[in-house]
């Protein structure tokens, strides 16, 4: 009897990537084969994003296309949790489950196409079945989020935190070293808060015991001796212990901290903390222990309520805080977000666009000024993209995807998932150019 064949869709954050390789990992595990194309394949699942109503389109999209050209979908994910969405546009698909439910999406896999055989574990790597490269891999730590930001539906999406046991976290991390990821990227909706909801427990890891929080996670992953990238930190005051291991090379220098706003006025109104001074003086405090620091971060402009006055507050922060690396989006209403029961008055699509691009003018000039910093310098870069003596990678201070790039000429061929020392010669407003030396 031949192998089932699973064609996979994977939409969303880093967050739903892990969810998808989670499933991926079990249909193999349990002898299905994964398909590259729907057609011919015995069904398709469609791992959704619902966050803003642009990734609920391309989710809808998305299983629109399956539908058309397998016609048996099993639909997850975030937008699983506002099924009658999905069944409105698409009433045959098969089953649809909420996000992390991999037992409810197994079961109607099972349904769908029955497995050939009994599972054999050895049809599955140690480290399972990954989406990204060899070098790198994305590490959760947590699932949900206790934060209640106006604008954001995630908890009703996905619940409230609950962290895995440090030791099971350690685990996973060392298999994917082992397995030969040279980068691991700590993610969570809020990885800064892990182990608050266990109240810090400690797990058993190597003879012994590990706490589940934020600083002993950080030490112990550390000491794997692969780089470390901290992802979705909230800036809570525990953050500040740290960061003298980035300043050890214990973990890398860059913090990824979803700042959002510096109008205090704005940020009550998100629902987030208000003490953006503080957050200046924090700043200050954290580069003056590890000079080399790496700041990314995420804004919305356009916020209901949101000002001229309240604009120009965040580009003067953004001024003092000297960003590296920085992302924008205007603000986009979300069903169900209580944004939209604030009351506040609008701000209108051509301010929010004419904000935007005033935000991106100032976050290219104040990069373009960092960046050129780097020139003369030797840094360490890990090789995402190899074509001879030609490579495209990344610095400690940027992260795959979402940040810039190191573009590489040497003498030998280099490889991917090689970490190189480059001599940087130029530098522009996004990425940096030199030769491996």
């Known amino acids: 009897m031949n192998a089932p064949r699973v064609s996979f869709v ?23 084969e994964i398909a590259r194309k729907h057609d011919g394949a015995d069904l398709v699942v469609v791992n959704t994003c619902g966050f803003l109503d642009s990734a609920r389109d391309e989710s809808l999209a998305a299983i629109g296309e399956a539908m058309s050209e397998n016609g048996k979908v099993i639909v997850t994910g975030c937008m699983g949790a ?4 999905i069944r409105e546009k698409h009433p045959n698909v098969l089953a649809i489950t909420g996000p992390q439910a991999y037992e409810s999406v197994m079961a109607a896999v099972h349904e769908a196409a029955p497995p050939a055989h009994e599972p054999f574990v050895d049809l599955i790597p140690p480290q399972g079945v990954r989406l990204t490269p060899r070098h790198y891999a994305y590490l959760k730590i947590s699932e949900g989020c206790n934060n209640r930001c106006s604008f954001c539906i ?13 030791a099971d976290v350690l685990r996973e991390a060392e298999r994917l070293v082992n397995a030969g990821v040279k980068e691991l990227l700590v993610i969570s909706q809020d990885t800064s808060a892990y182990g608050v909801d266990v109240k810090y427990a400690t797990s058993l890891w190597h003879d012994r015991e590990v706490r589940a929080k934020f600083l002993d996670l950080s030490n112990e992953l550390g000491s794997l001796g692969v780089w470390v990238r901290m992802h979705y930190v909230y800036p809570y005051p525990h953050v500040d212990e740290v960061i003298p291991l980035m300043a050890e090379r ?37 580069r003056e222990i590890c000079p080399d620091l790496a700041l990314r971060s995420t804004f919305i402009v356009g916020f209901p309520g949101e000002t001229e006055e309240d604009f120009e507050m965040l580009l003067d922060w953004l001024d003092e805080a000297k960003i590296d690396r920085a992302g924008c989006f205007k603000y986009e209403p979300v069903g169900g977000a209580r944004s939209e029961e604030l009351g506040l008055p609008e701000v209108p699509e051509e301010i ?5 691009n005033r935000f991106m003018a100032r976050q290219q000039k104040i ?36 940040d810039g790039a190191v573009h590489v000429q040497s003498r030998r061929p280099l490889r991917v998932g090689d970490i190189v020392t480059v001599k940087i010669d130029e530098a522009d407003a996004y990425d940096l150019y030199g030769q491996a030396a």
């Open 10 to 32: 994977s939409l969303g954050c880093p967050k739903a990537l892990v969810d998808s390789e989670r499933i991926l990992t079990r249909l193999r595990a349990e002898g299905y």
């Open 82 to 85: 506002t099924p009658e969405l």
């Open 154 to 166: 995630i908890p009703a999406l996905r619940g409230d935190l609950a962290s895995r046991p440090a």
């Open 250 to 286: 214990k973990i890398l220098p860059y913090l990824d901290i979803p700042f959002q706003h510096a109008s205090p006025q704005v940020l009550k109104n998100m629902r987030r903390p208000a003490h953006q001074e503080k957050t200046l003086e924090r700043i200050a405090r954290w």
């Open 352 to 356: 929010k666009e004419t904000r935007w």
């Open 367 to 402: 990069s373009a000024n960092l960046l050129k910093k780097k020139v003369g310098k030797r840094l360490p870069v890990i090789i995402d993209e190899a074509n001879g003596t030609a490579a495209k990678g990344r610095s400690r201070y940027d992260a795959p995807e979402i």
